[in-house]
Nanobody, 115 residues
Framework: QVRLVESGGGLVQAGGSLRLSCAAS????????LSWYRQAPGKERDFVAY???????NYTDSVKGRFTISRDNARNTIYLQMARLNAEDSGIYYC?????????WGRGTQVTVSS
């Protein structure tokens, strides 16, 4: 069973930084692309960033230049380094993987940016 565990969220002032982590198990981590999504209160869950097995990345426009997704295959972990945070970045951040035509989500980690 695929398990994704996020950590690193918290309360930060606008303009600050945070680094989120997602530890994965139950899949062949080295070959799997993984993603970060986020969900603000009362809104849908939206795509944030994506990283392929070879390290190719993609970002939603609103975070380009501020967020960096990376992976450590030795630790079966992906990261989301977030900088110059603003109130619109607040929400629950989820790690996502797809395996054997099934979607897997972590429980999420809360990020709150105070203005």
């Amino acid at each position: 069973q695929v398990r994704l565990v996020e950590s690193g969220g918290g309360l930060v002032q606008a303009g600050g930084s945070l680094r989120l982590s997602c530890a994965a198990s139950g899949l062949n981590f080295k070959i799997h692309p993984l993603s970060w999504y986020r969900q603000a209160p009362g809104k849908e869950r939206d795509f944030v960033a994506y990283i392929t097995s070879s390290g190719v990345t993609n970002y939603t426009d609103s975070v380009k230049g501020r967020f960096t997704i990376s992976r450590d295959n030795a630790r079966n972990t992906i990261y989301l380094q977030m900088a110059r945070l603003n109130a619109e970045d607040s929400g629950i951040y989820y790690c996502y993987a797809r395996r054997a035509q099934r979607d897997f989500w972590g429980r999420g980690t809360q990020v709150t940016v105070s203005s």
